[in-house]
């Protein structure tokens, strides 16, 4: 019977702690508008390129060197921006200048 007890209350503690703050877990901050990986900053301080997919339309992509972001360059009306900046599957712009760790390549 004490054995579990002992097991329900390990059980109760284990549950508990899975109620925390998921964004929070290692010390990593809940607020996505910033950099989690060396050197943290605002996203806002980062210097964006733009990817053309296969198709031909545009995507926002930013390489600090640990983390990337991409996500699809769209108007104002939520349409996607077929921009003809470069050719598909090339980057245009230096979505990496901010980048504290330099890729391999």
Partial sequence: MLKMKIILVTACA??????????NIFGK?????YDGGPGRKSLSQLKAGIWV???????????DGV????????????????????EPTFTAGDFSSGATIRDPN
């Fill in 53 to 63: 997919d296969p198709v031909g339309c545009d995507h926002w992509i930013i390489d």
């Fill in 29 to 33: 901050s809940a607020d996505k508008s």
């Fill in 14 to 23: 284990l549950s508990l702690t899975a109620c925390a703050d998921a964004g």
């Fill in 67 to 86: 983390e990337g972001y991409l996500s699809q360059r769209l108007d104002k009306y939520g349409k996607p921006v077929c921009s003809g900046v470069a």
